[in-house]
């Protein structure tokens, strides 16, 4: 298994290092004191593929009951987006086009032709659910 700090297990599970002292503290997450560059420091134990934090898990979980569609912006112009991926601590949207938004808006009542041509394919190719509005 990969050890890394607390700052790159951050960042590489997508939780707070807040979250990480937790699980560690917790045993969700096995951690180390190695020699460092500026001494011994806290290591974490990388675990497999897939790893959530109950809280992670928590947030997944109600992301998979909300609507897939939203707008990338305040105005709603454009095309709505399929959501792939937000961030946790901050709503950083990324959309299976590739465009990213730093908000969402609701898109409830959009059309069809509203919708994105790019993340429309990509949902249909991967067999998302496309009717979510």
């Known amino acids: 298994m990969e050890r890394v700090t607390i700052q790159e297990a951050s960042h590489r599970l997508n939780v707070s290092r807040k979250t990480i002292r937790e699980c560690i503290r917790d045993g969700e997450l096995k951690a180390f004191r190695e020699p460092g560059p500026r001494g011994d420091q806290w290591v974490v134990e990388l675990p497999e593929d897939g790893w959530q934090d109950r809280h992670k898990k928590a947030y997944t979980d109600l992301a998979q009951n909300l609507p897939k569609w939203w707008w990338a912006n305040e105005s709603s112009k454009g095309h709505v987006h399929y959501i792939a991926e937000l961030g946790i601590e901050e709503i950083h949207a990324l959309y ?21 041509p790019k993340c429309l394919e990509i949902a249909t190719s991967q067999g998302l659910p496309i009717d979510a509005a």
């Open 96 to 116: 299976l086009c590739g465009f990213h938004s730093e908000n969402i808006w609701s898109s409830t009542g959009h059309s069809e032709a509203d919708r994105c």
